[in-house]
Each structure stands twice: as C-alpha cells, then as structure tokens.
C-alpha cells in the first residue's frame, strides 16, 4: 500500500529524507504526507485505494505513525489502518505489534523516542541503519537507504527496534483458533478460514484483479475470489507453450472468467533483468528468476488496477516444497518447514513486494492472513505431506482436500513447479546468460562475493554483478537471502 522513510537525531536534514521517499515513490505514487517535528524528519508514499487502508499517515498530541500494510482488526467507521495502530500503541505500548491482525511494517514516534515494527511473517519490508551524523534512518526498500545510511539492517518479522532500548522479540497474539480432531473437519475448518480471508481483502472493494498461475495455490484463491467477485480479473503471464498458460487458460474456463494473458520472450526479458534485480533487491538466482515473471505480471495488471489478489504463503504454510519429500521423519520435515516460513521474508515474500510494489501494485495474501497462519501451523505434518498408502507422498495435501470441489482435477491434482520454471523463465534465462556472460573461469566451490556468500551458478554471477552496479555497499550484499536451504 505504501513506502515509508525518515530520519530520526540531532543531526537531520529535510533534504535526505524527501530524497529517501523519492526512491521508492513506485511504492504509492497518489499520495505524499510527511512528519516534521522534534528531530524526526519522515514521510509516507501511498496509493490510493480506499478509507479503511487510508494514506499510511495518523497523528495524534505527540504521536505519529507512519504505515504500510493492511489492518483487519475491528475499528471505528471512517477509521484508516494507521489511526487503528495509533490506537493499539496508545493501549499497549511497544507490544501493541502483536495484537495487530494484518500484514505490517511501521515507525511510531511518540516525542521521545522511535519504534519501529514488522509482521510476523515480514510480509512489509522494514530497513534501518545510521547515518554518518549519527542519526537513525529506515525506510521500506534498501534503495532509499544508499548514501544515506552506514550498518544497515533489514528489521526481522516479529521484531521491534526502539532508538531507546534496540532490538525486541513480540509474541503474535493470534487469539483461539480450533483444530478439530479429523483430517475432514481440519480442512472444511481450513476451507472455511482461508475464505474469510479472501472476504476481509476484497471487502473495500480495492482489488481489481488476481494473480493465476494455474498452480494449486494461486487457483484456490482464484477460486474463491470469483465466487465472490464474479466480474474479477484474472492475470497470467508467461513465455510461449509454459505449463502455466495451459493450467490458467484451463481454471479460467472452468470459472468462466475474464482472462488476461500476456506472453514474453528473450527479448522483452533482456530488457527488463536489470530493472528487476534494482526492484528485487537480491541476485539469489531462484529470487531474481521469479522476480522477472512477476515483474512482467505487475506491468500488465497495471493497465487494470493498482490491487491485487496472490496466492503467495501457500507452499510455506501447508508443505509444499519437494524437498520436504526427501526428509525421512516428519520431525525433520516440521524443522524444514518452519526454516521455509521463516527465511520468507527476504525470499518468496521479498520477490513478491518488490515485483509488484515496483510497478505501483499492491497485493493482498490471503494465505497469510493472521488466522489463517495460526490455524495452519497447528495442523499436523502428515496432513501437509500425506502418505497416501502407495509410497507416494503428496505435498500440500490437506489444502486440495478442502477445495477440491471448487477446482478442476488437472488442477487439484497437479504438482508444484517453481513459478519461474512454470512460466518458462528459467529455460531463457540459461540461454540469455550464455549470450551475455563468459563463463571464464568459473567454479562454483571457489566462486565467492565480497562478504563470502557462495555463487551457484554463472548466472547467479552475473545478477551479482548487475547488483553490485547499484548496491557497491558490502552492507547491502549482506542483507541478500538465499531462497534454497541446501545452496
């Protein structure tokens, strides 16, 4: 929804700060509020999409809040996301974080001091550092940080920073969420949670179309959404003859929605791989490979709305990495599970946000809606990665079981392909890099960056390179994630 920044010291100037929202104005190009009092310069960029999301900025007395996200817990009519946060910190203090239902990152400043605070998942991204006056600076992408700020930091998913007391851990107070006994009764109840999800994102009537992949996860969300939504936009991209064109041409036909397809090639992706590791902000090669095709996704989607529907969470939350597969006890798959959930934030997450926040799309994620997130992580990891008694293991199996009658079977029923192999990306990505890069010397055991993190690949040399022409700061390299747990 938007992009905050600012300063906060003895030693600020108005300057950086407006410079600092200058860079990541693709965030919220409608609007731009600021914050000028008592050492604090700031400021928020925001789009515009409806009362309750509101412009990311709420003041009261001594305290302002600056806001990205989506708040869904109950509040006064006419009462925007921010002035709900305002509220919760006036009651709570530092812990109020945790009793926020959404997806978050903000800086609250109360006259003394700043707070700032992300999501449980990080689904927002929140970075901060200081600089060279000392001063305390963050800001929603790290571009806005460059030249700015030394000791840079990404702000971790359920954390705080205070320029008082540093650092913090809160505890996500998800409220009860039941788990019924049986494998049935769990996924009509998971049916039923992830439906209210959809409901809550597509109440303000902001969203104007959804993201289908023709992937399981991205088709459930499709599914419900139009059930609700009938008129709404389905998005596919993709390169010529990609699995995807099919399976989306196929749920959009069994839907019987509106369907927009576009289709790219070597060409339109040499002309768009720099642009998308500055907007990503990474050079993880599985990263920057899905970045393309959601880039390509956001361009086409904003010819029809600044909103969007995505399917994104769904293979964290209920299992749906192959790699869970080849782990021998189900101890060991929750472990992978729970390290996949939590490296999202600059992975799966991060290429998501900055796809599309790059061309001015918000997007909404169902599957990470905060109950629908404490419900799926008590379910048991035999109803993620089922056995289905013939040896075979079958991953996200509880999430097909509640919506398979609202799927085509081909759907239900198909494998998880990454997204940038499902849209082809990967193929013309190998033949791209072997035009544009020579592979020299390279040997992956001794192919290390500037701060020792491990190349895979040439191609991955290569998107270090392209990131090394905008961030040459060794303490940008160090905020990079790597996406696969084994590389």
């Not at 946000?353 to 799309?361: C, G, H, K, P, V």
């Not at 079958?394 to 494998?415: G, H, N």
């Amino acid at each position: 929804m938007a992009g905050i920044a600012g300063i906060f010291g003895s030693s600020v100037q108005r300057e950086d700060a407006l410079r600092m929202l200058e860079k990541i104005k693709h965030r919220g190009p409608n609007t731009l509020s600021t914050c000028y009092k008592n050492g604090l310069c700031a400021g928020v960029v925001a789009s515009k999409l409806s009362e309750s999301r509101g412009n990311g900025l709420a003041r009261e007395a001594d305290i302002a809040v600056l806001f990205d996200g989506e708040i869904y817990n109950k509040r006064s009519e006419g009462q925007s996301d921010a002035a709900v946060v305002l509220k919760f910190y006036k009651k709570y203090g530092r812990i109020f974080p945790g009793y926020l239902e959404g997806v978050f990152a903000c800086a609250v400043y109360d006259g003394r001091e700043l707070l700032l605070a992300r999501d449980s998942i990080g689904v927002r991204p929140l970075y901060f550092g200081k600089t060279r006056g000392g001063s305390v600076c963050f800001a929603s992408e790290m571009k806005a940080l460059a030249g700015i700020a030394k000791e840079v930091a990404e702000l971790h998913p359920s954390t705080t920073f205070s320029t008082s007391n540093g650092i913090s851990k809160f505890l996500p107070l998800f409220g009860d969420v039941y788990l019924p006994s049986s494998a049935k009764e769990a996924a009509d109840k998971l049916r039923q949670h992830i439906v209210e999800a959809v409901e809550r994102r597509l109440a303000d009537n902001a969203i104007g179309a959804c993201l289908l992949s023709g992937g399981l996860d991205s088709s459930i969300i499709a599914s419900v959404a139009h059930k609700i939504q009938p008129n709404l936009l389905m998005v596919t991209v993709g390169t010529e003859g990609a699995p995807d064109m099919k399976n989306a041409e196929l749920m959009t036909e069994y839907l019987g929605a509106k369907h927009h397809v576009y289709i790219y090639g070597t060409e339109q992706i040499k002309q768009i791989i720099r642009q998308a590791i500055y907007a990503l902000e990474s050079f993880d090669e599985d990263c920057v490979s899905g970045a393309i095709a959601n880039l390509f996704a956001s361009a086409r989607a904003a010819n029809h709305t600044n909103c969007i529907l995505s399917g994104e969470g769904g293979d964290e939350l209920f299992g749906g990495y192959h790699l869970l597969k080849g782990l021998p006890t189900e101890f060991e798959r929750l472990k992978m599970m729970d390290r996949l959930i939590a490296i999202a934030y600059n992975t799966a997450v991060q290429r998501l946000d900055r796809a599309m926040m790059a061309n001015s799309i918000n997007y909404r994620t169902p599957f990470l809606d905060t109950k629908v997130i404490a419900y799926a992580m008590q379910l048991p990891v035999q109803w993620k990665v089922h056995d289905n008694g013939n040896g075979r293991l079958i991953e996200k199996w509880i999430l097909r079981e509640a919506f398979k009658d609202m799927l085509p079977e081909e759907i239900c029923s198909r494998q998880k392909l990454r997204f940038s192999g499902g849209t082809g990306t990967d193929d013309l990505m190998d033949a791209i890099m072997a035009e544009e890069v020579d592979a020299g010397g390279f040997k992956q055991e001794t192919c290390t960056t500037e701060c020792g993190y491990r190349l895979n690949s040439l191609k991955e040399l290569w998107y270090y390179k392209l990131f090394k022409e905008k961030f040459p700061s060794p303490d940008f390299e160090k905020l990079v994630g790597r996406w696969d747990p084994y590389k």
